[in-house]
């Protein structure tokens, strides 16, 4: 890797250093998707490289399969590992009471599958992932590709009762086609700005035929550590009400930059 890393690359990596610190010898670990995810999944390999650490990932993306793999963790099945300890992945976008929004990276389905199959979820994001409202990002929702515009006009339909400010569904594309999961799926995303009440609009989604699952993540996430470009992380705990500080130093020539390009 050449040049300096960006300040939000600075922020998705210290808050990934310091989750990886959640990780303990022999624990079976859910491995999130995305770029910040990423961070960590490399964090991750170098312990294990270089410090000995045993664990086995589970991995929500062939794409995070892939690169766990490359980085020396040992890959294991959610069927195998039964359940987990323990799962690290990003946010699109999160609450004050660590709510969020998560699929912009096409993933969610296996995310919420592996999150909940855990005994703690932390969630690593840059200062800019956090809202007011959840919202602003659009709302990924997986639905199976048959009669996806049926499901597509019953979502649009249904949006008319609920808290939010627009009701615009599109379907995700990849080049000229539809952007296809890891599971076959499509996936729609809903443009509304703001969502008034997370909980409902999550619990009406999945009534609907069609609706394999939505990228609203309520009451899953525990612990969320956010990342700033100067290095400093602050950890907030759901659960224990608590709220700390650190600050992170590192240093752009070492090992985990010599090749990443996230």
Known sequence: MTGELSPIDKAKFVAAKRAVDYVEDGMRVGLGTGSTAAWMVRCLGELVREDGLKIRGVPTSTRTADLAREVGIEVISLDEAKWLDLTIDGADEFDSELNLI????????QEKIVATASDQMIVIADAAKEVGTLGAFPLPVEVIPFGWQTTRALIEEMLISVD????????????????????????????????????????????????????LFIDICDVVIIGHGDGRVEIRDI?????????????????????MTD
Request: net charge negative.
């Open 102 to 109: 998560k699929g912009g990276g096409g993933a969610l389905l």
């Open 164 to 215: 939010v400010l627009r009701r615009d569904v599109t379907l995700r594309m990849n080049g000229d086609h539809p952007y296809v999961t890891d599971e076959g799926n499509h996936i729609l995303d809903l443009h509304v700005d703001r969502i008034g009440n997370p909980r409902q609009l999550a619990m009406v989604l999945n009534q609907m035929p069609g609706v394999v699952e939505n990228g």
């Open 239 to 259: 659960n224990e009400g608590t709220v700390e500080r650190d600050k992170l130093d590192f240093v752009e020539t070492d090992n985990l930059f010599n090749d």
